[in-house]
């Protein structure tokens, strides 16, 4: 809230023009029960027919100013409020942008997305009609019941009776519908992350056929946002009928005892009608009071959980005085390394050295903690004992950006964005000249299929690469990391998808990079056998090392691998 408050001052003006008309039309609005009351006392009673044409025309005179002001005063809530939610929503985003993986671990996409579109579109109601209508109908409320205290006090002390109990009906309403609304928030959230997660996975729900299973999934939440809905409109129409009751009672109390007091000569009847126009301006005000306060509570819920991902802080943050590696010659040292997780020993006192231009090779079984290694390296997360250094720098102390910038990563998880090919594999960066796209391609084995294509690098790939094989992802993946040309590259099982010739081939390419600091890993042999070291990690130890001679004099696990993968053939 306070954050929203915080942009709502940087534009002021805005509110200032929006009130001063408000109050333009207000006042305009306030004489419109005069000059209905001097058509009926001085006109029709008092015979006065030479000012009914002016009168006429001042009535027209108002409904005109009234319709432009109405329209400066959306236009002006509607710009400002538009302004300061697209900012909103960009800060939002480029927060959860700065975020580290502990928080993308803990929190689901659906939930997030509920927050950048759902919750900021409340802000937006909130700050934009409520806030104006807020603002109009205090306003109105305010004048009105004064100019009918100056007309009649009997009248509007009849007329005010029913107001206490509007009043606590309203706020009753708001304060049930507010706990309504936060279950709703949340089962909103929880539907957007079944829809998002069933739609993104939707190939591994249809090859295991559980489509009805998903189904039955999402009809469960769908329901329970129904519940929920119907929860909402009972409590609205529990209270509704009696807060219409009660303003529709007050003009017809008002219109009894009113022609009670005309009749009785106390009151004219212009000055009745006069009476009855401001009453109404106060019964709007009213009726509005509920379904406002229940809008508002909605805008300043969304507002609150908005920023709660704007408290969140990033695990990892960039060193105050970070140094910048310029041209690093990529040599990488693991001095003693443990990373533990939510109380996980995922890794521990890992060691080694890589000398600029050398190849490690890291083997190991699955969730031996070779992905957890590379998380480390780019800081995806800290280490919880020990220290990493790139050309002597421990990365603490390297610029966080400058220090990703320096690695290029082939994830073993491949994402590819719906965009065109050539966009994949230069990933933005307009800098990057077609030719070293096209060279990254082909050193990647990726060029052939490309070029097979009707648009070739311009084609574009759908989600996640939809349309492409696993193999071709991988290449482009692997391309878009080559294109990147840093000092150190990683590729995290980047070759599992293609057949041993390529895999060969991109190997060949890679080794030609004498001047890269390469990290591979893989659980072929054919993938590692020609790296100057091969760690082979166990519950994340490092339980052998060496290079592929001294490993297999070792005759241990790396040997054992190699038997299994080679039997029976001569190599
Ligand atoms: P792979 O890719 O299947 O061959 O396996 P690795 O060797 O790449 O395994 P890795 O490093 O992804 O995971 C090592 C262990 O760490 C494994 O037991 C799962 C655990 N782990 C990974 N990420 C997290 C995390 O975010 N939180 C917790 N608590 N544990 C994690
Ligand atoms: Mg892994």
Redesign the pocket.
Known sequence: MKRVLGYMKNYWYYYLFGIITILIGITLDLFTPIITGRIIDDVIEGGQKDIFRGLIMALAGITLGRAILGYAKEMLFDIVSSKIVCILRQDLFDHIQSLSFGFF?RKNTGELMSRIKDDADKVWQGINFGLMLVIEMTIYFIVSVILMFLISAKLSILAFVTMPIIAYLAISLEKQIGDTYEKISEQNATLNTTAQENIAGIRLVKAFAREKHETTKFLKHNKGYYKLNMEQARIWGKFFPFIEMLTNLLPLLVIVFGGALVIGEELTVGTLVKFTGYMYMVVWPMRMFGWLSNLMAEARASAKKIDKVFEEKPDIENCKCPTILDNPKGKVEFKNVSLD??G?K?LQDIDFIIEPGKTLAVM?A???????LINLLVRYYDVSEGKILIDNNEIQNIDLTNLRENISLVM?DVFLFSDTIKENISFGSELMINDTIVNSAQSAQAHDFISNMEKEYDTIIGERGIGLSGGQKQRISIARALAKECSIIVFD?STSALDMKTEHKIQQEIEKRKDTTKVIIAHRISAVKNADEIII?EEGKIVERGNHNTLMALKGRYYNTFNEQYEGFAV
């Open positions: 671990d997780l939510e996980t995922v190991g699955t969730g031996s903690g070779k992905t957890s073993q099982d990690l």
